[in-house]
Structures are given as C-alpha cells and as structure tokens.
C-alpha cells in the first residue's frame, strides 16, 4: 500500500522520533518510530509484532511522561508501516479529563 494520498503536508523525520503505542485499556503497548507527520495524521515503523493486537485505536505516547499524546486510528498496514489518523478529541478530553496512561 502506498502512504501517498495524504490530506495535509507532512514532516519528514530522517532517523524517526521514538514513540508509543498503547492500547486504550492499557492493556499492550508497542514501541516504534514516527518517520513522518502531519495535522491529521502519521507513519510509523513497529519494531515488535502487531499480531492479535486489536489496532484499530489506541493512543500514541508523545513523551516519556505520557503527557503529551493523541488517541489514533489505524488506516493502513504495510509491513512493518502503519499510518495512522489523529481523532479529534471528545469534549470530555477538552474539559480536562485526561485517561489514565501509564508509560
């Protein structure tokens, strides 16, 4: 699959930025790297298998301290690539309430 028909203008990290998947119960989480973004969505490279993980969600750990990141949804898989589409934050999230991630 290809990673060309994107929405908006995308940033290009030459050596990736390290990130995290994890699930939105928390339940399995995956390192990668961030090898380009956008406003509205990313590629990632997973070093670990996503098999029998249900990817369709999960939130992307921006910072070591899991205050930075975004809920996502999976669009495409290609190997070890994935890209990924933010989700708009609900407006519970808006208000302060924050879920709890441990990273």
């Not at 790297?33 to 939130?59: P, W």
Request: glycine residues 10%; contains cysteine; hydrophobic residues 45%.
């Amino acid at each position: 699959m290809a990673f060309g028909k994107r929405k908006s203008e995308r940033v290009v990290f030459a050596r990736g930025i390290p990130v995290r998947m994890v699930s939105i119960d928390g339940a399995w989480t995956r390192h990668c790297l961030m090898m380009d973004a956008s406003n509205t969505g990313a590629r990632l490279t997973v070093g670990d298998s996503l098999a029998g993980l249900d990817i369709k969600e999960f939130f992307l750990l921006l910072s070591a301290t899991g205050l930075a990141y975004r809920r996502c949804r999976m669009v495409r898989l290609a190997g070890d690539q994935i890209g990924i589409e933010f989700v708009t934050p609900n407006r519970t999230w808006a208000k302060g309430v924050v879920p709890n991630v441990t990273v």
